[in-house]
């Protein structure tokens, strides 16, 4: 019997205190809507954020509570604490809001708020006083928005923008829907029970049916949404957004994008393209490897490059500046790549040259080659060409793809301050594209192909005329020494494409697929007009050979077989075996020999000795017959 009576005790005061509580909500709102009508709404806002929520403000917020958790200075105890001060507001003032809400802000036709009173206690009487708080003392002021280090900086204003997001949402929660408060399904018999001043537990008829049906309103989405559109559209949030010193942030961001790219571009002047200047993880390493890089520069740029829409970095509002540092960065490496490419970037550390390496006019010298010091032009080096080009349509390609959408979807998420439209986020993602699309498509499609048509072509093709200076010494082999005829081809013509059919090999695969064969058709191009140039220079000096010869009467042709052909008829058949050991050579490098016009001028220098060919072959026929 003691334990029910006890229950029952505690139950009637419960009760008796919720029925108090309520009372006081109806007189509140009252005098709230007394407050409105006057037109002294303001008033009231002012009233209550002064009354009720500046000292639990006070009592909340300090610089020991901000830096709680980590070093001074870090404000890593700023979300918890406008979390834990948002609880507060909700738990203590969050039946004065609703009902405030409720009753005097909104009524919705079709999902359309029409606002009837310019008192707004979630705005003018929580948001204001929080801001003002925040601003008005200075030290908290500068450890919050002036913090002077990029990262607490952004911190600081991801903490503030995701609790002025959520505030209203915060405020004015179901729970604190002022319907539940006011009447209790489970006990409507007892709403006459309310306390009296003067000790009476019974109430009027009128009294109960204004408390029980004049004020019951009920929070919805709908509230929640105007009460958060209001908060986003008053005077104090703009100035909330002013204080942020946000340029001077993306400037601390940028420098230190542009500072890391440096360090990476010195590392691979002073090491060369394989220089190891990679700083991001392990897993971003192999990651990008799998995507195709190669060179540790070129993912050092991309890391930076996405490092820059990170979720710990990136800010909305500076969107705009974001996608202009980005494509800045792109461009940084752009114009080394082109820098080199034009000659004007020597890559190597040369050492300190002694006196007797001084010339005369005590200028040092750069010594190449096998020595100790090796400066060299990257762009004289074909593999150092190719690599380039593979990584630049490597990155090329992951920012048209992957990047692309990291940094859309980054743009177009959801903020509190910012409603992006379907249409919106179409436009938004368009816009993103056509910027990268045009950056990479006018400029690392140049390079491209630069270092393949240009660079490549060039240097394989000085490599793979050397050996024609050989072409000079057939007259030699044969004017007065009485060798036999030609059977095989000459040796230097296996090695004159040799260069490209190693190059081939090794990086043919990483040319660009819009590039095709043409570099090779190029090479070979190039390769066989020079050819056919040397093998008509070296017929007409032969005939003039034969002119004088004619003249002297000295020409002694032997007798008989083979033996009886002359020297330049010799030097004939030897250059008809040589083009077309050659034009195999051609075939086998994927080039097909009717698009080279330097070959077709060579089969017809030499297709005169076509004769002497088969005359050899027959003598060789019969020679083996004769032996069997």
């Given at each position: 019997m003691a334990g029910v009576n006890v229950n029952d005790g505690k139950e009637k005061a419960r009760k008796k205190d919720k029925k108090r509580r309520q009372k006081i909500l109806s007189s509140l709102g009252q005098c709230l809507r007394g407050m409105a009508v006057l037109g002294r709404g303001r008033d009231a806002e002012d009233?209550?954020?002064?009354?009720?929520?500046?000292?639990?403000?006070?009592?909340?917020?300090?610089?020991?509570?901000?830096?709680?958790?980590?070093?001074?200075?870090?404000?890593?105890?700023?979300?918890?604490?406008?979390?834990?001060?948002?609880?507060?507001?909700?738990?203590?003032?969050?039946?004065?809001?609703?009902?405030?809400?409720?009753?005097?802000?909104?009524?919705?036709?079709?999902?359309?708020?029409?606002?009837?009173?310019?008192?707004?206690l979630v705005t003018g009487g929580v948001w204001v006083p929080i801001f003002t708080a925040l601003t008005v003392n200075t030290p908290i002021k500068m450890a919050i928005f002036s913090p002077g280090i990029a990262s607490i900086l952004q911190a600081n204003y991801v903490a503030l923008n995701n609790?002025?997001?959520?505030?209203?949402?915060?405020?004015?929660?179901?729970?604190?829907?002022?319907?539940?408060?006011?009447?209790?399904?489970?006990?409507?018999?007892?709403?006459?029970?309310?306390?009296?001043?003067?000790?009476?537990?019974?109430?009027?008829?009128?009294s109960d049916f204004f408390y029980a049906h004049l004020f019951q309103p009920e929070i919805t989405p709908a509230n929640v949404l105007a009460a958060q559109r209001r908060i986003n559209a008053h005077p104090t949030t703009a100035d909330f957004l002013k204080k942020w010193n946000l340029p001077i942030y993306y400037q601390l961001r940028f420098g230190e994008s542009c500072s890391r790219l440096n360090v990476a571009i010195s590392r691979v002047r002073h090491d060369g393209w394989t220089a190891a200047c990679f700083t991001g993880t392990q897993e971003s390493e192999e990651a990008m490897r799998e995507s195709g890089f190669e060179l540790p520069v070129f993912m050092e740029l991309y890391e930076i490059m996405q490092r820059m829409w990170d979720a710990d970095v990136f800010l909305r509002p500076l969107s705009h500046r974001f996608m202009r540092g980005t494509l800045q960065l792109f461009g940084r490496m752009v114009a080394f790549v082109s820098e080199g490419l034009q000659g004007k970037v020597e890559f190597g550390a040369p050492r300190e040259t002694s006196e007797k390496e001084k010339g005369t006019n005590g200028q040092h010298h750069t010594t190449r080659g096998n020595g100790a010091v090796s400066v060299y032009r990257w762009s004289e080096r074909p593999e150092d060409a190719a690599a380039v080009a593979w990584d630049l349509m490597v990155l090329t390609s992951c920012l048209t793809d992957s990047f692309l959408e990291k940094v859309t979807d980054t743009v177009v998420s959801p903020d509190g301050f910012v409603e992006n439209t379907a249409d919106e986020t179409d436009e938004i993602r368009s816009i993103v594209r056509e910027a990268i699309s045009e950056t990479c498509d006018d400029d690392a499609a140049t390079l491209i192909a630069k270092c393949w048509s240009d660079i490549i072509v060039r240097i394989l093709t000085e490599e793979c005329t050397t050996p024609l200076a050989a072409v000079k010494g057939v007259a030699a082999t044969y004017r007065m020494t009485n060798r036999p005829p030609p059977t095989q081809p000459s040796p230097f013509v296996v090695t004159i494409l040799r260069p490209l059919l190693e190059f081939d090999r090794m990086f043919g695969g990483r040319c660009p697929p819009q590039l095709g064969e043409g570099w090779k058709i190029a090479v070979v191009q190039t390769v066989s007009d020079r050819y056919s140039a040397s093998v008509e220079e070296l017929m007409a000096t032969v005939r003039q050979m034969e002119e004088a010869l004619k003249k002297r009467k000295v020409r002694n042709r032997p007798v008989g077989g083979q033996s009886s052909m002359a020297d330049g008829e010799k030097v004939r058949l030897q250059l008809l075996l040589d083009y077309?050991?050659?034009?195999?050579?051609?075939?086998?490098?994927?080039?097909?020999?009717?698009?080279?016009?330097?070959?077709?001028?060579?089969?017809?220098?030499?297709?005169?000795?076509?004769?002497?060919?088969?005359?050899?072959?027959?003598?060789?026929?019969?020679?083996?017959?004769?032996?069997?």
């Open positions: 009233t209550f954020a002064r009354v009720a929520i500046m000292p639990l403000i006070r009592s909340k917020l300090s610089l020991g509570k901000i830096d709680e958790g980590g070093p001074r200075g870090r404000c890593v105890g700023l979300p918890s604490l406008l979390d834990a001060l948002c609880i507060d507001i909700a738990a203590t003032y969050g039946d004065a809001l609703a009902l405030s809400e409720c009753t005097l802000m909104c009524t919705f036709d079709d999902n359309t708020p029409t606002q009837h009173s310019d008192l707004d609790f002025l997001t959520n505030l209203s949402s915060s405020l004015l929660q179901p729970s604190h829907s002022a319907k539940d408060t006011i009447v209790d399904d489970a006990d409507t018999d007892t709403l006459d029970k309310y306390d009296q001043d003067d000790g009476s537990d019974e109430l009027d008829d009128c077309k050991e050659f034009s195999a050579v051609v075939e086998s490098a994927g080039v097909d020999r009717d698009q080279v016009e330097g070959l077709k001028r060579l089969k017809e220098l030499v297709k005169d000795a076509e004769g002497l060919l088969v005359q050899i072959q027959q003598g060789t026929n019969s020679a083996g017959g004769a032996r069997s």
